[in-house]
Each structure stands twice: as structure tokens, then as C-alpha cells.
């Protein structure tokens, strides 16, 4: 396990890159698929990182309160390298309900976590949706726990969306997300 914090690679405000990307639910999903929300959060995860897998549960629970909030799981891991980050596992996840994200995608060619400078994992990117035009709202720490195994007192996911929901600026620093570094091919 190699810990990384992410960096700011896309700025607040700036239009976010566009996806294709394969889903769990056997659907090939883009950015336009999640329209009909005010927001999406874009967390570049995976199965076998003690970091992400403590972040399970806040993902789910994300999901579950907000519905105008996507929650899409990307999985950008090398999965020759590492089994348990393949598909196959993805979509077990998913069907044991470990993962209950609005949507759980594999980046195989790794081109999108590329395009937003994703290096760990969790790393985590609100999008505000402006009229079909998603820009990016914030980036950076999901919460206080930045250990596996601490547990969390301030969650500043729910901040930022409850901004982004309320029209209003987020109006935090940017804290570099820790986890696994991105297993590279």
C-alpha cells in the first residue's frame, strides 16, 4: 500500500471532463446520463484499499439521503495487478450490497482518472450541474478520518453538496484526499 494526497489538477468552476465508462449494471454510462441531478460526485475508488473500503459507508449513506446528488464510483485500478479490483469483483460488491452507489464504473484504459488528476483512492469531485454543463464544485477530503481506522467528526462532502444544493459557493479549502495510490498499468 502506497499512500498519496491528491492535488488540484481542475480548477472550481471549470467544466469537468466528460466520461464513457462501463457500469456494473451492464450499462455504458457518460456524464449527460446523470442530467436529471444538481450534482454529481465523482469518487475514483476502488475494492482493495483500506482507505476506500472505510469509505464505503459514507458513499452509500450519500447516496441513499441526497437525491439530487449522483454518487458515481469509478474504479480506475490495474486489475492484472490487482484481482480484487476487477470487474467481476466490482459487480460482486455491488450484489452483496457492500457498494450501493447510484452507479459503479470501471475506467480500464485509465484515460479518465487521467483527465481529472486523480492519484488516490478515494479522490473525490463534486460536479454542479449548470444547466446540463457540469463544473467541477469542489475536490478534496470527504471527512476528518484520514486514517482507515479513524472515525470521522466533520464530514465535509455533506458541506459542499448542501452548497452546491443551496446555488451557493463552497466555501472550503482544499484538503488533498489520502488513500492507496491509483495502481497504474
Known amino acids: ?17 466528460d466520461f464513457e465508462l462501463p457500469g456494473v449494471d451492464g450499462e455504458t454510462h457518460a456524464l449527460a446520463d446523470f442530467d ?13 484499499c483500506p482507505y ?10 450519500l447516496a441513499a439521503e441526497y437525491d439530487d446528488v449522483a ?3 469509478v474504479n480506475p485500478n490495474d486489475a492484472e495487478e490487482y484481482p480484487e479490483d476487477s470487474f467481476e469483483t466490482m459487480v460482486e460488491r455491488v450484489e452483496d450490497g457492500t457498494i450501493r452507489y447510484d452507479a459503479y464504473l470501471r475506467d480500464e484504459d485509465q484515460s479518465f482518472a487521467e483527465a481529472y488528476g486523480a492519484v488516490c483512492t478515494p479522490d473525490p469531485f463534486l460536479l454542479r450541474n449548470e444547466d446540463g454543463e457540469f ?9 476528518d478520518a484520514l486514517n482507515p481506522d479513524d472515525e470521522p467528526t466533520e464530514f465535509y462532502v ?16 482544499f484538503m488533498p484526499s489520502r488513500g492507496c495510490s491509483i495502481k497504474w498499468k
Do not use: W
Not at 499512500?3 to 471532463?17: F, L, V, Y
Not at 436529471?36 to 482493495?48: E, G, K, R, S
Not at 455533506?158 to 479549502?173: K, N, Q, S
Open 1 to 17: 500500500m502506497v499512500m498519496k494526497e491528491s492535488d488540484e489538477t481542475i480548477a472550481r468552476g471549470e467544466r469537468a471532463p
Open 36 to 48: 436529471d441531478y444538481d450534482a454529481v460526485l465523482v469518487v475514483f475508488t476502488c475494492n482493495h
Open 52 to 61: 476506500a473500503q472505510a469509505k464505503f459507508d459514507l458513499l452509500n449513506d
Open 71 to 73: 454518487v458515481v464510483g
Open 135 to 143: 463544473t467541477l464544485a469542489y475536490h478534496g477530503r470527504l471527512d
Open 158 to 173: 455533506r458541506d459542499a453538496i448542501d452548497a452546491v444544493l443551496a446555488g451557493e459557493t463552497v466555501d472550503l479549502e
